[in-house]
């Protein structure tokens, strides 16, 4: 009974999540938080590290960032997975083994899953030459009978970003 009148934003919840590159980005923040954390331990610690922290809480704040930026702005995904990747590959060099390697490795995950994350893309609508013409083969290879016909790809190709018609 609770369950399901809480159902219609459990749905809300999983289409906000299925469109954008939610995996990603959730690995892209913890790297973030793992690799900003590390360098702010107590402050006899800090003190004795000096300086060499703030490159540590810089990147960890960048790269929370980017991984912020993933989910609310999916558009930028690739810039966002490409530096993400950069950042938590400079971090093995520049912040404690980029948190121990566990927030490089992290962040290259994330960063890879930004990057290669797609929208889905919507429906295509019927094609309403073929419903007009019942005797049109449906077979998109042309036969050696039956002329090519350039509007039609034996692969159709289809771009969710609307570059390429």
């Not at 790297?31 to 800090?46: E, N, R, S, T, Y």
């Not at 960032?65 to 520049?94: C, E, K, N, S, Y």
């Not at 083969?137 to 570059?163: C, K, Y």
Request: proline share 10%; hydrophobic share 45%.
């Amino acid at each position: 009974m609770l369950l399901s009148r809480h159902r219609p934003s459990w749905r809300g919840w999983r289409r906000w999540r299925r469109g954008r590159p939610f995996w990603g980005g959730l690995a892209a923040v913890a790297a973030g938080a793992w690799i900003c954390v590390l360098p702010l331990a107590p402050l006899k610690i800090m003190l004795q590290q000096g300086v060499a922290g703030i490159p540590s809480v810089l990147m960890g704040i960048v790269m929370i960032v980017l991984g912020l930026t993933a989910w609310f702005a999916p558009q930028q995904r690739t810039l966002a997975g490409v530096l993400t990747t950069l950042i938590a590959t400079a971090a093995l060099v520049l912040s404690n083994l980029g948190g121990f390697l566990i927030g490089t490795l992290l962040g290259i995950l994330g960063g890879g899953l930004i990057f290669a994350w797609q929208p889905y893309a919507a429906p295509r609508a019927p094609d309403t030459t073929e419903a007009a013409d019942p005797t049109a083969s449906r077979d998109p290879i042309p036969t050696r009978d039956a002329p090519a016909d350039p509007t039609r790809s034996p692969t159709p190709h289809h771009d969710s970003q609307g570059v390429q018609p």
